[in-house]
């Protein structure tokens, strides 16, 4: 693995999150009631749908909007989303992967295409960037509060079946096997630990520098997305100027 912190960009972008909290709910709603339609309503015979759960409790979503997200996939609603990938590059020629759920392709296909285009990134064809990405699991454990030092933690990670360990003033990140993320993340609250998040993602083999006088464009492309209802996740192969 990279020594590449996604725990840091998730942090460094809180506090413009939070802003969009509301836009942020509406995308998870979606996430519930796909994961909810497609594998049923209960989150413990529903691996997918704990992992949104999950996702929704760290991003402090209130608990009725869950639970409204959910009862809505099993009623009369026959509203259906289509998962999208895109792939492209930002800004200074960085891979980008953006994930959509729509339930109206066209629309998504442009908007996503101005994000992108009209902040000087590129659009891709279908496996242009893919390759530059793994698929993990990623776990995060802050350390505040936590008494318990580095190597511990490693023994527990490898005990719990993760993979990987990376370390930081702020947390513990565990990646694992994207089909046994489910069993870590029990394992390890089992354990007594507290996740702040545990969910799929996209890590990047290697990261490209964003060059300086490219940063605050390639931070608008991102805004931009953000913004975009139908984008549930933004992934890049990039390093800002100011990071670590």
Same mark, same amino acid.
């Given at each position: 693995?990279?020594? !590449?912190?996604?725990? !840091?960009? &998730?942090?460094?972008?809180?506090?413009?999150?939070?802003?969009k909290?509301?836009? &942020?709910?509406?995308?998870l709603?979606r996430? +519930?009631?796909?994961?909810?339609?497609?594998?049923?309503?209960?989150?413990? #015979? $529903?691996?997918?749908?704990? =992992?949104?759960?999950?996702?929704?409790?760290a991003?402090?979503?209130?608990? %009725? $909007?869950?639970?409204?997200?959910? #009862?809505?996939?099993?009623?009369?609603?026959?509203? !259906?989303?289509?998962?999208?990938?895109?792939?492209?590059?930002?800004?200074?020629?960085?891979?980008?992967?953006? !994930?959509? =759920?729509t %339930? $109206?392709?066209?629309?998504?296909?442009?908007?996503?295409?101005?994000?992108v285009?009209?902040?000087?990134g590129s659009?891709?064809?279908?496996?242009?960037?893919?390759? +530059?990405? *793994?698929?993990?699991?990623?776990?995060?454990?802050?350390?505040? #509060? @936590?008494?318990?030092d580095?190597?511990?933690? =490693?023994?527990?990670?490898?005990?719990?079946? /993760?993979?990987?360990?990376?370390?930081?003033?702020?947390?513990?990140?565990?990646?694992?096997?994207?089909?046994?993320?489910?069993?870590?993340?029990?394992?390890?609250?089992?354990?007594?630990?507290?996740?702040?998040?545990?969910?799929?993602?996209?890590?990047?083999?290697? @990261?490209?520098? &964003?060059?300086? %006088?490219?940063?605050?464009?390639?931070a $608008?492309? @991102? *805004?931009a997305?953000?913004?975009?209802? *139908?984008?549930?996740?933004?992934?890049?192969a /990039?390093?800002?100027? *100011?990071?670590?």
């Amino acid at each position: 693995m990279s020594g !590449h912190s996604k725990w !840091h960009n &998730i942090q460094g972008r809180k506090n413009a999150q939070d802003a969009k909290r509301g836009k &942020i709910f509406q995308k998870l709603s979606r996430e +519930l009631y796909m994961a909810a339609k497609s594998g049923g309503p209960d989150p413990d #015979n $529903n691996p997918s749908l704990r =992992l949104v759960v999950d996702k929704a409790r760290a991003a402090n979503m209130p608990k %009725d $909007n869950i639970k409204r997200a959910i #009862n809505k996939s099993q009623g009369s609603d026959d509203t !259906h989303y289509d998962e999208v990938t895109y792939e492209g590059y930002g800004p200074g020629g960085v891979a980008v992967l953006i !994930h959509a =759920l729509t %339930d $109206n392709k066209n629309r998504t296909n442009s908007t996503v295409r101005v994000a992108v285009t009209r902040n000087g990134g590129s659009m891709g064809s279908a496996g242009s960037v893919g390759y +530059l990405f *793994d698929r993990k699991g990623h776990i995060v454990i802050e350390r505040e #509060n @936590l008494d318990t030092d580095e190597d511990q933690m =490693l023994e527990d990670v490898m005990d719990a079946g /993760g993979e990987d360990l990376q370390t930081s003033d702020e947390a513990f990140e565990i990646y694992t096997n994207p089909k046994e993320l489910a069993l870590v993340r029990d394992a390890l609250q089992d354990k007594g630990y507290t996740l702040a998040t545990a969910e799929l993602t996209m890590i990047p083999q290697t @990261l490209t520098p &964003i060059p300086e %006088d490219k940063a605050e464009q390639f931070a $608008n492309m @991102l *805004d931009a997305l953000d913004d975009n209802e *139908d984008v549930s996740d933004v992934y890049y192969a /990039g390093k800002f100027p *100011d990071e670590d």
